[in-house]
T-cell receptor, first 114, second 109 residues
Framework: DTEVTQTPKHLVMGMTNKKSLKCEQH?????MYWYKQKAKKPPELMFV???????INESVPSRFSPECPNSSLLNLHLHALQPEDSALYLC?????????????FGEGSRLTVL | QKEVEQNSGPLSVPEGAIASLNCTYS??????FFWYRQYSGKSPELIMF????GDKEDGRFTAQLNKASQYVSLLIRDSQPSDSATYLCAHDGFQKLVFGTGTRLLVSP
């Protein structure tokens, strides 16, 4: 059983919808991440929340917005997405956010934008 | 030059054989190296990590690191059809892991 929990596992949304992906980690880790993965590609980092500070990959469009209610939760709000945003969205956590150490992934949220 | 390079494969091996997966990286400052296994449509799962030059063994898996040559490998002994997956090599970076594109392994019964 994974200790990083993502919901929902599958999400289908229209381009005008607003939805959210939720992620919770139960390991007391200090850093949480959102990655995006397209088919046959490696995971691409979108956001890092580490030591109460949010870091953003500048190539991520503003239609994605992260929210960190507390150190164990990292949500991803989705608004006005495009079909090319369809992908597997992976949440991960690590004990030490500075060193880029071992990542523990959730099961992923498969997003389809119509 | 890509930061982490892997042959995309597929690498096909018969059941019971040794599968050898290779990875090169460009950042000489990298200290930690990871191998993740990813089944189709699933999230990556950590198989091995290695920090020091040389070999590290865990069951059927052996990771090898050569920092001078900037080379990391993963050997899978007695390959099983259940080992068929994509194997992602990664190393540490500031606030993130830097992933290679992965090698697809196919183990035939």
């Amino acid at each position: 059983d994974t200790e990083v929990t993502q919901t929902p596992k599958h999400l289908v949304m229209g381009m005008t919808n607003k939805k959210s992906l939720k992620c919770e980690q139960h390991m007391g880790h200090r850093a949480m991440y959102w990655y995006k993965q397209k088919a046959k590609k490696p995971p691409e980092l979108m956001f890092v929340y580490s030591y109460e500070k949010l870091s953003i990959n500048e190539s991520v469009p503003s239609r994605f917005s992260p929210e960190c209610p507390n150190s164990s939760l990292l949500n991803l709000h989705l608004h006005a997405l495009q079909p090319e945003d369809s992908a597997l969205y992976l949440c991960a956590s690590s004990q030490d956010g500075q060193a880029g150490g071992e990542l523990f992934f959730g099961e992923g949220s498969r997003l389809t934008v119509l | 030059q890509k930061e982490v390079e892997q042959n995309s494969g597929p690498l096909s091996v018969p059941e019971g054989a040794i599968a050898s997966l290779n990875c090169t990286y460009s950042d000489r400052g990298s200290q930690s190296f990871f191998w993740y296994r990813q089944y189709s449509g699933k999230s990556p799962e950590l198989i091995m990590f290695i920090y020091s030059n040389g070999d590290k063994e865990d069951g059927r898996f052996t990771a090898q690191l050569n920092k001078a040559s900037q080379y990391v490998s993963l050997l899978i002994r007695d390959s099983q059809p259940s080992d068929s997956a994509t194997y992602l090599c990664a190393h540490d970076g500031f606030q993130k892991l830097v992933f290679g594109t992965g090698t697809r392994l196919l183990v035939s019964p």
